[in-house]
């Protein structure tokens, strides 16, 4: 039986596994306490300079705006831990919205039958772009942008080519509607403040990401595959599965957003989505995401979506001109990259 002596350079030797973390070190290694402080000042900004951002009905409007952002943040946050990027996710939601819609209609058939086929297409478009990424090596931004710029020629392509004009036809009066809305587009009233479903939507896809991200196997695949592809690869984690999930992701949101989308305006103008996934990736990073990969939580893409409701609505309720939203939005997004950049090396120093 042999042991090992212990070393004999007179230090004391811990496993630093062993050791104890304090609750502040913990703390300032969340990927989102930069995004919550920037929320707290947000919210007290917008408290000051505009009396009704504190009223009741206006806690709903912020929320709501805040969850047709975050329900499509919280995948791409994921996809972005991932270390990848989807400039296509904008187009996809509008693209899910117009497959129900032209789908339902043109078949005369119930609702619920275009809502199926847009989920089959929708998470086929994100095979599409996890597999050309895989197979290709190419960057994630080449691909998406590719499918972008399909995306929007096809959707207005197709819907003047079917419906002779840029937007669907009405499907309000079709069976299966009331039914699709009430699940997709309604709302319920509580303490007489109206809050729509699409919230409860972003809660929990919120939950679901975070349970994900930290208690399941599939988590630590995309922290590894993030950190580096290769370095996974090499332990075994099954990269390319991993990345054709994250865009899965991404496409199964985008689904439940167009759904929104078509359900709650009866038609769907098929020019809208553009831009909008550059709002998804400033969410993100808001929220902790790092453009490298490897780091961030669903959670603060929640908190990353939730300054982008209280700024957008409170320049309306502050009575200021809202071409200074885009001004906001952009110092945001460099503060909170060089707060949280701060807030890692701080963390990184202290190990």
Not at 296 to 322: D, H, Q, R
């Amino acid at each position: 039986m042999s042991s090992t002596a212990p070393p004999s350079d007179g230090i004391d030797h811990v496993d630093e596994r062993l050791l104890r973390t304090s609750p502040l070190k913990k703390l300032l290694a969340r990927p989102e306490l930069g995004s919550v402080v920037g929320a707290v000042a947000v919210f007290v900004f917008f408290s000051v300079v505009a009396d009704s951002f504190l009223r009741p009905s206006s806690l709903g409007t912020v929320l709501y705006a805040a969850s047709t952002i975050g329900i499509m943040a919280v995948p791409v946050a994921l996809l972005m831990i991932g270390g990848e990027f989807d400039l296509s996710a904008g187009v996809l939601v509008t693209s899910s919205a117009l497959v129900s819609s032209m789908v339902s209609y043109q078949m005369t058939a119930n609702v619920w039958v275009g809502v199926g086929v847009s989920l089959l297409v929708t998470l086929a478009i994100g095979v599409f772009n996890g597999f050309m990424l895989t197979r290709t090596r190419l960057p994630s931004f080449i691909i998406t942008l590719g499918t972008f710029l399909m995306l929007t020629g096809l959707n207005l392509g197709l819907t003047k080519l079917i419906s002779g004009t840029v937007s669907t036809k009405t499907i309000a009066d079709m069976e299966g509607f009331s039914s699709a809305r009430k699940l997709f587009a309604s709302q319920l009233t509580i303490g007489g403040v109206e809050f729509k479903v699409t919230i409860l939507w972003w809660l929990g896809l919120v939950a679901l990401a975070t349970w994900i991200l930290l208690r399941t196997r599939f988590g630590n695949w995309i922290f590894a595959v993030g950190g580096g592809a290769d370095a996974a690869r090499a332990v075994g984690v099954p990269v390319y599965r991993t990345k054709i999930g994250l865009y899965m992701g991404v496409a199964f949101c985008a689904w439940i957003a167009g759904q929104h989308l078509l359900f709650s305006f009866d038609v769907v103008q098929s020019g809208e989505g553009v831009g909008n996934e550059l709002i998804y990736i400033i969410a993100a990073v808001i929220g902790g995401c790092l453009i490298t990969g490897g780091y961030g939580s669903a959670i603060g893409s929640a908190v990353g979506a939730l300054i982008f409701g209280m700024t957008s609505k409170g320049i309306v309720y502050a009575e200021w001109n809202p071409d200074w939203f885009k001004f906001f939005l952009g110092a945001m997004l460099l503060l909170a990259t060089l707060l949280n950049a701060w807030i890692r090396k701080r963390v990184e120093a202290t190990k």
